[in-house]
């Protein structure tokens, strides 16, 4: 069974920036694509960044390109999403996400593990 242990996120001014983090356990960590979700109250959940097992190949919704940046550390089995230029509508519970195989995917339902959650407030 893989765990995905998220951590980081908060609250921040518009305009600043919080960096989330996501450990997985397991020894494939490198073979699979990760992603990134956000869920906002009364929203579905919406599609943020994803990045290939060997991190060449990334993949953002267009409402954080140039702002976001995801990336991983094979050595730790851990994904990142740097937050940067927050705005108050990037405010949602933000889910890490492990895809099924090696797609750099923006469907929810190619992702079968899930993290907790971690809430990011982002006040005007």
């Known amino acids: 069974q893989v765990q995905l242990v998220q951590s980081g996120g908060g609250l921040v001014q518009a305009g600043g920036s919080l960096r989330l983090s996501c450990a997985a356990s397991g020894r494939t960590f490198s073979n699979y694509v990760m992603g990134w979700f956000r869920q906002a109250p009364r929203k579905e959940r919406e599609f943020v960044a994803a990045?290939?097992?060997?991190?060449?190949?990334?993949r953002y919704a267009d409402s954080v390109k140039g702002r976001f940046t995801i990336s991983r550390d094979n050595a730790k089995n851990t994904v990142y999403l740097q937050m940067n230029s927050l705005k108050p509508e990037d405010t949602a519970v933000y889910y890490c996400a492990r895809d099924r195989g090696m797609v750099v995917s923006a469907l929810p339902q190619r992702y079968n593990y899930w993290g907790q959650g971690t809430q990011v407030t982002v006040s005007s």
């Open positions: 990045i290939s097992g060997g991190g060449d190949t990334t």
